[in-house]
C-alpha cells in the first residue's frame, strides 16, 4: 500500500519515500506526494531519485511512477527524495477548489447539481443538468464565482467513517455513495459555508488563493445538459 501524503498535506514539495517494487515499468512508493489521475484532475509531474515522473497512476492500492527514462530504475529497497513540479501542482489546486466553488455556486443559486468535470491547469470544464438557461446566467455564474473566491471560505479537509458521511445531506447531493463500498472512511472538502464534496484531490486554504476565474463558454451537451468552461487567470 503507497501512503498517499497529499491527502492530509496538499502542499508538501518534497519527500523521502522507499522503493517498494519496480512493476509494469513504473516505481512504486511505500508514500507519495505525486497526485494520480483520478476525479477528473490530472497527475502530477516532478523529480524521483533524480528523474523526470512523467505520469502517475492508481493500481489498486498502489501507486505507480512513470519515469522518462524507462530503462533505468532505483533498486527496491532504495531510499529516493521525491520533488514535485509545484507550479504545475499549486496551478491544479486552484483550478480544483475553482471547481468547487462554482459547483457550490450553482447548487445554492439555482439548485442545479453537477454531472461531471474535468481540469487541466488554470483551464476546466463542468457539466451540470440545466433544462432551461435563466436570461444573463453565464455573466450571473462568474459574478458569483468571484464574490465566493474574494469573500475568502476557509477550506477543511477531514476524515469521517463511512457510516457517517451517508448520512450527511451534502454529501448525499455529491453522491458520496457511489464511492465504493469498501472505501470505508471518506475524505471530505468542505469550503466551509459554501460547498462540501467527498474528494480525493488537491485544494488550497482558502478560496482567495484561487484567483480570478472567468467563464468563458456555455456549450449545450442535449437533453438539459449544459457545460461551462472556466479559465483562472495566472
Known sequence: MTELLFLRD?????CDATVVDIRDNAVVLDKTIFYYTGGGQPHDTGVLAGQEVVDVRKDGDEVL??????????????????CLNWERRHKLMRTHTAMHVLCG????????PVTGGNMEPLAARMDFELPDVPEGFVSRVEVLVNEAITADYPIAVSFLP??????????????????????KEIRVVDIVGLDKQADGGTHVASTKDVGVV????????????????VEIAE
Open 10 to 14: 496538499a502542499y508538501l514539495r518534497e
Open 65 to 82: 511512477h512513470f519515469l522518462a527514462d524507462g530503462s533505468t530504475f532505483p533498486l527496491i529497497g532504495d531510499q529516493v527524495q521525491c
Open 105 to 112: 455556486v450553482i447548487w445554492n443559486e439555482w439548485k442545479v
Open 162 to 183: 463511512r457510516d457517517t458521511a451517508v448520512e450527511d445531506e451534502d454529501l448525499i447531493r455529491t453522491k458520496v455513495s457511489l464511492i465504493p463500498a469498501n472505501v
Open 214 to 229: 472567468r467563464v468563458v463558454k456555455m456549450e449545450n451537451k442535449g437533453k438539459g445538459f449544459r457545460r461551462l468552461r
